[in-house]
């Protein structure tokens, strides 16, 4: 129980929950992005 007060209460507990947050879109981001280029059809090579 210490731990979720240290988290909620402290400066470090939220720049950590804040830091969290960050990756956490990040990541979901990426796989969005890399999701539709992967559903994206292949692109003719006009050499």
């Known amino acids: 129980m210490k731990a979720l007060t ?7 507990g939220l720049m950590s929950i804040v830091g969290i947050a ?6 979901t981001g990426f796989a969005l992005v890399v999701r539709h ?7 003719d090579k006009q050499a």
């Open 6 to 12: 240290d988290l909620f209460s402290t400066d470090y």
């Open 22 to 27: 960050i990756m956490v879109v990040g990541i």
């Open 37 to 43: 280029k992967m559903n994206e059809p292949p692109r």
